[in-house]
């Protein structure tokens, strides 16, 4: 029997489990654009920004792509792309780093690669990445979670050895639905009550349900933690560990925000058995090929 360091969405009640593994790993040995600084601060709050990870034509050159994929209707009819609850508008596109050789580009370029090798101090591979549309006016919020409850439960992830960089490609406001992390809280794994759905996917990522934790969880950790807004320029980058508790509000300005997010893993930490879930999902959303991104 498989040990659960993380059991979650098994009890009726919610519980804090203390984080076992270290936020930054291999001893800093890996080479890479992150200095000592950096990563002393990313294993404190669980994630650090780097300004300007891409340049001003580089922002210009993505968001002309983002704007392809949006509106080729190849890629709206594709199972990878999720719209919005509200209107009929583009949420997020998945698997996108196989769709668009831009964004492959992206997840091959030492400004990201490096990064994330430094951080998880192993190979590592693609377990998701996504293009985000928080439309103006009527963009859909992103409830507070940790990303790992969800990697655990329903995609095996073993244990939080997981990176995402979020690369924003419109200006990130405290008012247009700029995402929030609890500095800190990803040393706290909050198991979750409820069960998982079968396909709890198809509703989960247009508004999530299973693995939301508890009101008084969320208000224990920010009253412990606080919050940090993610605001920035857009080309900004914000790394961030697998489990910290973020979310993000409804965007009603007019003002959209755009991001490309991807999730690194450790080739020491490949998903498996669901821990909490019927069968794994779909492969665009939680990757089952591991091979190292070189
Ligand atoms: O379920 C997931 O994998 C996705 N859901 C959210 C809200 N963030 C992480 C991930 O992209
Ligand atoms: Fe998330």
Redesign the pocket.
């Known amino acids: 029997m498989r040990a659960d360091r993380y059991p979650t969405r098994v009890s009726g009640t919610p519980a804090f489990v203390d984080r076992a593994e270290p936020t930054v790993w291999g001893g800093r040995a890996s080479a890479g654009m992150f200095g000592a600084q950096e990563l002393d601060a990313h294993e404190r709050d669980g994630f650090v920004g780097v300004p300007a990870l891409l340049t001003a034509d580089e922002v210009t050159e993505y968001q002309a792509e983002l704007e392809r994929l949006a509106t080729d209707p190849d890629v709206r009819a594709d199972e990878r792309c999720v719209v919005e609850k509200s209107s009929d508008e583009v949420r997020s596109i998945f698997e996108v780093h196989r769709i668009s050789d831009a964004i492959g580009r992206l997840v091959r370029d030492e400004r990201v690669l490096s990064r994330a090798r430094q951080i998880l101090g192993s190979d590592v591979y693609v377990h ?1 990445s ?1 293009i985000n549309y928080k439309p103006g006016l009527r963009g859909g919020g ?1 409830y507070w ?1 940790s ?1 790992f409850e ?2 655990h439960a329903e995609d095996g992830m073993p244990g939080p050895r997981a990176v995402s960089c979020s690369i924003s490609l419109t200006d990130n406001h405290p008012f247009n639905g700029c995402l929030m992390i609890m500095p800190g809280s990803h040393r706290t794994f909050v198991s979750c009550v409820g069960r998982t759905p079968e396909d709890n ?1 198809v509703s ?2 247009r508004e ?1 349900e299973a693995g939301t934790p508890d009101a008084g969880s969320i208000s224990a950790l920010a009253q412990r933690h606080g919050i940090a807004m993610m605001t920035g320029a857009a080309g900004a980058a914000t790394f961030f560990d697998s489990n910290c508790m973020h979310g993000s509000g409804d965007n009603i300005t007019p003002y959209p925000r755009s991001n490309i ?1 991807l ?1 690194f893993n450790s080739v020491e930490n490949a998903c498996g058995e669901p821990f909490a879930a019927p069968r794994p999902r779909p492969a665009h ?2 990757a089952r090929d591991t091979t190292p991104v070189r």
Request: glycine share 6%.
């Open positions: 998701q996504r992103f979670h990303d969800t990697w996917h989960s990522l999530q997010f999730v959303i939680g």
